[in-house]
């Protein structure tokens, strides 16, 4: 067990240095000097001279990189050039904003795969064809066009949702400022859901398909079980390492989804934030963001390969 985590968490952290060296790379090559965008606004020309001494402005290259993964383990990425505040802060305020959105709906999205795609692989027929269809549209078409016609639907056909934003939630307090966010965020999360939801299906459906005849099947159903029974529990029992490697290797799409999602119904989250930095030319703010889900990812990767291993320990053979 050590063995295998301890190789697992070495080639995450080589991955982690990768990335930082390529991002620092691309700071190196950034117009003007990319120290100055890490000092506070306001500072005097003496004390900026002292921070560059002091965060490796005149070392050699190596140094100044070891210096910069030591801020950057740190979570300090400098500061925004377009907002005149630490990234690290700006990055914590629309974090909660994102998961307030891709938590619930990547949640959904899973039960209903599982439920969905379990039944359909058993019954087959044109139920099974029907979601095969209906998930490969779902994946064919792009998250930003959903979103556009969700908008269109639901806002302007309709006209239960509003088109973007939060809506003014500084004068609401306790549920009503928990129901008003809710009502703001059900589009966003509708779109997040049936971008996942077909991604997801398709996976569950496959994975049962292939246990669907094993022998095993019969063989507890001399213990009492029914066909279907023994089918869903047992069946799903053993596709759960594939089932929970898949899941987590869709955290980089959810990402992604939430991105455009945010930038269109303008959702103060990360993805918002992503778009205003890239805008602005804001770069470390950019970095920052990259740096962060690019941790986020590791982090999914590494907690799947775990849960594999406890499921399933001839993977740490």
Known sequence: MKKFLIKRFTISLIILLGICAFMFILLQLSPGNPYMDSMKPGMSPEQIENMLIQKGYYDPVYLKFIKWFKDILFFDFGYSIKYGQSVSSLIMERIPNTLFITLPAFTIAIILSIF????????????????????????????????????????????????????????????????????????????????????????????????????????????????????????????????????FTEVPNLISGALITETIFVWPGLGKLNYDAVFSRDYPLIMGIIIVISFVVLISNLIADIINYYLDKRIGI
């Open 116 to 247: 969905v795609g379990r039944f359909v692989a058993y019954k087959g027929g044109f139920l099974d064809k029907f979601v095969d269809i209906i998930s490969g549209i779902g994946i064919s078409i792009p998250t930003f066009l959903f979103a556009i016609l969700f908008i269109k639907w639901f806002a302007f056909d309709i006209k239960i949702f509003q088109i973007s934003g939060t809506g003014n939630l500084s004068n609401k307090v306790g549920m009503e400022f928990i129901l008003n966010k809710i009502y703001y965020a059900f589009l966003p999360i509708l779109v997040l859901t049936v971008i996942q939801f077909s991604s997801l299906v398709r996976f569950v459906r496959a994975f049962m398909l292939s246990v669907k005849k094993e022998d095993y099947i019969r063989t507890y159903q001399g213990f009492g079980m029914t066909r279907y029974e023994a089918y869903k529990k047992i069946g799903f029992r053993n596709i759960l390492p594939r089932l929970l490697t898949m899941i």
